[in-house]
């Protein structure tokens, strides 16, 4: 284990108590309008999004230029900011429009851009000023050197090579002052800082240009060559081998990555959904908040990692920021688990004269089902739903339709963006 080193820097002394001052940003994901405001509503300070063209992630629900205004405005009503993703190689072929996409994406208020590409980089510096240039994790940055070079071509912010360690880290905001954001959370890349071409060959589809088929998660025989002819190396009841590694979890590293001064803590996933967004967004809240607070005394909490397993359904690990991970790292054989929640629902609305829920349901569930409900402004609590209702005041046996609205009664108050779970029996 790393030893907490307190840094100076980062700090003051208040009434005798140690607190942070420089608390880090925490940046979400969003694939669509919806995952912006929920993850804005769960504590999120930033979120990346991913435009129409020009970034990774062709699969994801990327924003219009409209959308963008409107995940602009929402965001800023409650002290957030946007940055988008255009961090392709661009190939000649994709650079007709740059100049103009740039231009909208400053013109609705983003606040910067992320890239890899330095003819992107280029581009925005020239034709649209106001935006932050932050370096893509696309680019492998992993040595304090680099980020030296980047600094010097102008740019505000690096974003880590995932590969990179807590000592390396140190070492480049001891030598460079640029901001720096690292991931903390999600999915990672089997090849280095993506650099795969397992996509491209198997299926045509450019892992660099947002195509990505994550070959890596497929499931494989391993054979050997002996003599022209294929020898088997596994056995009919194996499990089926795997090269994909555990997901990033680095929860309990968070007070090591404030006090090397990491700027920004990312957690990875525009393609998830609203639910894990705001699961992951809300415990990693808790623990910043809780940490920078009062740091002398912070531990972390049972009910926090117990939170993050409610969305989780593949094995987690530190990956490289405590030291080079091992074998038991990596998902060899079974590579995924049952999700133990399911996510139910929405609350769209909550009337205290009447105690009456409305919610938008998202998974099946009925009366006599004990459910959680979890979210900003309400400590979580289970509940056994009762007589449920839809709109037209028809009393239901089960809520079973995607997105219907309905309505039953819970005598604890509930607010927009609050959402419903069941655990997966």
Not at 16 to 44: D, F, N, Q, W
Not at 337 to 354: E, I, P, R
């Amino acid at each position: 284990m790393l030893q907490l080193i307190e840094n100076e820097k980062i700090s003051e002394t208040v009434n005798g108590k140690r607190v942070i001052t420089k608390k880090p940003e925490l940046l979400a994901p969003a694939g669509s309008l919806e995952k912006l405001k929920v993850a804005v509503h769960y504590g999120a300070d930033a979120v990346f999004i991913g435009g129409q063209e020009f970034g990774l992630r062709s699969n994801a629900g990327n924003f219009s230029i409209e959308e963008m205004r409107e995940g602009v405005e929402f965001a800023k009503n409650y002290g957030a900011v946007i940055y988008v993703t255009t961090n392709i190689f661009a190939h000649n072929e994709n650079m007709a429009g740059l100049e103009e996409y740039l231009q909208a994406i400053e013109g609705v208020g983003v606040k910067g851009i992320i890239v890899a590409d330095p003819l992107i980089i280029e581009t925005c510096r020239r034709v649209a000023p106001k935006l932050e240039i932050h370096l893509s994790t696309q680019q492998s940055l992993s040595n304090w050197k680099a980020v030296k070079y980047w600094k010097q071509e102008g740019l505000h912010r690096v974003v880590l090579a995932r590969e990179v360690g807590a000592e390396e880290m140190l070492k480049m905001k001891e030598e460079v002052d640029i901001e720096i954001e690292a991931f903390v959370h999600g999915a990672m890349c089997i090849a280095y800082s993506g650099r795969c071409v397992l996509s491209n060959h198997m299926t045509a589809r450019d892992s660099n240009r947002g195509g990505c088929c994550q070959s890596c998660r497929w499931d494989y025989d391993l054979y050997e060559e002996v003599d022209g002819e294929e020898k088997a190396l596994f056995n009919e009841d194996d499990a089926p081998f795997a090269m994909s590694p555990k997901d990033l979890k680095l929860i309990e590293s968070i007070p090591h990555m404030i006090e090397l001064g990491i700027d920004s803590l990312k957690v990875e996933g525009r393609m998830k959904s609203i639910h894990y967004v705001a699961t992951v967004i809300s415990v990693y809240r808790k623990v910043i908040d809780a940490y920078c607070a009062d740091p002398e005394n912070f531990k972390i909490k049972k009910e926090w990692l117990e939170e993050l397993d409610r969305c989780a359904n593949r094995a987690t690990a530190s990956s490289f920021f405590e030291g080079e991970p091992g074998y038991e790292q990596q998902m060899f054989g079974i590579h995924a688990s049952k999700m133990k929640w399911d996510f139910a629902g929405l609350v769209l609305d909550y009337d205290q004269n009447t105690q009456m829920v409305t919610l938008q349901q998202r998974n099946y569930f009925k009366p006599g089902d004990t459910v959680e409900f979890f979210g900003p402004d309400i400590e979580s609590f289970k509940f056994e739903v009762g007589q449920i209702w839809d709109e037209k005041g028809n009393e239901l046996e089960v809520a079973n339709h995607p997105l219907q609205i309905v309505k039953f009664k819970c005598e604890r108050p509930l607010f927009s963006y609050n959402m419903m779970r069941k655990e997966n029996n």
